[in-house]
Nanobody, 124 residues
Framework: QVQLVESGGGLVQPGGSLRLSCAAS????????MSWYRQAPGKERELVAA????????NYADSMKGRFTISRDDAKNTAYLQMNSLKPEDTAVYYC?????????????????WGQGTQVTVSS
């Protein structure tokens, strides 16, 4: 059974920090690219950061560059999102995503898994 379980969210003051964790099980974690998305009330879900399956490549949304850091520990089957200098506009539900593209005799197939989300609230 595939599971992605986020943790680490909560209430933090502006300028503060949080570290989100995404614990994975039920699939070969090391072969999946991992991403963090977020969705604020009334807004569409947006990509926050992504890290390749080998961990050698990362990608960030422009508004997160320099403040957020994505990482992974394949030995622990866990992905992380370190968030610093948090702003009220970072308030959202943060979701973990695992994705893998496989080519077989039938063509490309995408494996795509989501966690249940963790709430991050930045407020004084």
């Amino acid at each position: 059974q595939v599971q992605l379980v986020e943790s680490g969210g909560g209430l933090v003051q502006p300028g503060g920090s949080l570290r989100l964790s995404c614990a994975a099980s039920g699939f070969t974690f090391s072969s999946y690219a991992m991403s963090w998305y977020r969705q604020a009330p009334g807004k569409e879900r947006e990509l926050v950061a992504a890290i390749s399956s080998a961990g050698g490549s990362t990608n960030y949304a422009d508004s997160m560059k320099g403040r957020f850091t994505i990482s992974r520990d394949d030995a622990k089957n866990t992905a992380y999102l370190q968030m610093n200098s948090l702003k009220p506009e970072d308030t959202a539900v943060y979701y973990c995503n695992a994705q893998k593209l496989v080519y077989n005799e039938l063509g490309p197939k995408t494996y795509d898994y989501w966690g249940q989300g963790t709430q991050v609230t930045v407020s004084s």
